[in-house]
């Protein structure tokens, strides 16, 4: 590979060189959702932030498998060991199966995250789907010694792992720490300690979702399903573990200590976490009247919102942050955003029509800009500093259009680059006014219906000039008549 990418890993806690395990090939593996309720804003983090990250990938010459799965099953309220299954309960609720919640609610997850130009994962596997791999998993644990069964569930013996390996190394959590802050609490008479995880759960007569095993009639608990599918499609060791940082403790510790309990070894090279969205300074949840959907986003229908914001408002607005800080979402900041990605595409529009009028390069500095943008996303996927790279060849275009700066014909090549590569390609962002129309196409087209315009000028035919602005000013495109010829742009 020609450049190195620098990624932030949990684990160390350092910013490191990343090395595929296989040369030329990676594994990647996130977290997806549990299907129980719309897609919102939670989920729009990291869907965009690992598909930029498996974009840059792919432009840099990877082969990229990438895994996302849909939790369909096992995940408790609260993200406990006890209580109601989210999906079992939006079934009950709805007096649907719960297969028909998981499938109405993955459609519209994956909808949504179409929208926001994410790309779909290389294989999207379901937890339920994957039963006998997780049984053989529990069975493996029980092997060596790191679980127990109690009343027909299995449960991880965390004390025992931590003599022998450590348990807490990802969140930097102090297993001791970990004990005395926690109080005995009820419902949990099955488990030796509190903190001990299960594995598997004997299913209560009311829960509707349950599979035969060798301990109970019952589920997967939450955290095994990533440990079994991730090796199941990417191996034993793979490269990448993503997902968000309300993932990081317990969900992805335990899938660690499950790892290591089971094969001896982790299995994850690097783990990377997005960081929150808050809403105005306030984190997001129902019980504060300010849990967004991303339907509602796109579509303006939520008290906290002035107006609609477009798909890609709200991925040039998460872009427009580095993955690991917080972002807070507010009117102002989205407004600003889509200003912000509207200028942009009236560069990109520009930059296909611009004139490179010098024989000689400039010192525009735009072959230096392409190298920076890259630089900026292989370190940790910088894509704020990207961006702002990319605003300087928005402002280059803006110069060379009002003819205060000349360029040469190859760096109107790496503009158009700058644009198609990085713009378009890595960071996913497209020009909704275009529906689906390549730039250049429309500025083909623009450029012979504004020829056709120029003859019926010189021939003083002002009613074809007329009948042919009207026309695209229906369209939503503005003509404006210069003294060398005409311009155009998107209203
Ligand atoms: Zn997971």
């Known amino acids: 590979m020609s450049r190195a990418i620098y990624l932030y890993n949990t684990s160390s806690r350092l910013k490191e060189l990343f090395k595929p395990i296989h040369e030329g090939h990676v594994g990647i593996y996130v977290c997806g959702p549990t299907v129980y309720g719309d897609a919102h804003l939670g989920h729009a983090r990291p869907g965009i932030t690992y598909d930029v990250l498996v974009r840059l990938m792919r432009n840099l010459g990877y082969k990229v498998r990438y895994v996302r799965n849909i939790t369909d099953v096992g995940h408790l309220e609260n993200d406990a060991d006890e209580g109601e299954d989210k999906i079992a309960k939006k079934a009950r609720l709805e007096q649907l199966e719960p297969m028909e919640v ?252 611009i004139e490179a009028t010098s024989p000689t390069p400039s010192d525009a500095g735009i072959s230096g800009l392409y190298e920076d943008i890259y630089d900026s996303l292989c370190d940790d996927l910088n894509t704020p500093v990207a961006l702002s790279h990319i605003f300087e060849a928005v402002n280059i275009v803006n110069r060379v259009k009002d003819k205060s700066q000349q360029i040469c014909t190859a760096e109107k090549v790496l503009l158009q680059k700058i644009f198609k590569d990085v713009t378009q390609d890595i960071l996913g962002l497209e020009d909704e006014q275009e529906e689906g129309v390549g730039s250049d196409t429309i500025g083909g087209l623009m450029d012979i219906i504004l020829e056709e315009r120029q003859m019926a000028r010189a021939q003083k035919d002002w009613a074809k000039c007329d009948a042919l602005r009207d026309a695209l000013a229906k369209l939503g495109i503005k003509v404006k008549d210069t003294k060398d010829g005409s311009e155009w742009s998107l209203e």
Not at 129 to 136: D, K, L, M, N, V
Not at 267 to 275: A, S
């Open 102 to 353: 998981v499938q109405y609610y993955t459609i519209r997850y994956e909808e949504a995250m179409k929208k926001l130009g994410v790309n779909p994962p290389s294989i999207e596997p379901r937890a339920s789907g994957h039963i006998i791999e997780q049984i053989a998993l529990v069975q493996k644990i029980l092997d060596n010694g790191y679980a127990y069964i109690s009343n027909g569930s299995v449960y991880f013996d965390v004390a025992k792992y931590n003599r022998d390996y450590k348990y807490g190394v990802l969140s930097g959590r102090e297993i001791d720490q970990m004990i005395s802050n926690t109080r005995e609490l009820d419902g949990q008479g099955d488990k030796h300690s509190p903190y001990d995880f299960a594995l598997w759960k004997k299913a209560a007569p009311e829960h509707i979702m349950h599979w035969p095993s060798p301990w109970s009639e019952g589920f997967p608990g939450w955290h095994l399903e990533c440990s079994a599918m991730s090796a199941k499609y990417l191996g034993e060791e793979f490269d990448i573990h993503g997902g968000g940082m309300d993932l990081l403790f317990p969900h992805h510790e335990c899938e660690l200590a499950q790892n290591t309990a089971a094969r001896g070894r982790g299995g994850v090279r690097y783990w990377i976490h997005n960081n929150m969205i808050t809403i105005n300074g306030k984190k997001m949840g129902k019980s504060y009247g300010n849990f967004i959907t991303l339907d509602e986003l796109f579509t303006g229908r939520h008290p906290l919102l002035q107006k609609a914001y477009s798909p890609m408002t709200i991925r040039f607005f998460i872009l427009q942050a580095h993955y690991r800080s917080t972002l807070d979402f507010s009117n102002e900041a989205l407004q600003a955003a889509e200003k912000g990605l509207k200028k942009l595409f009236q560069a990109v529009r520009d930059a296909a029509r």
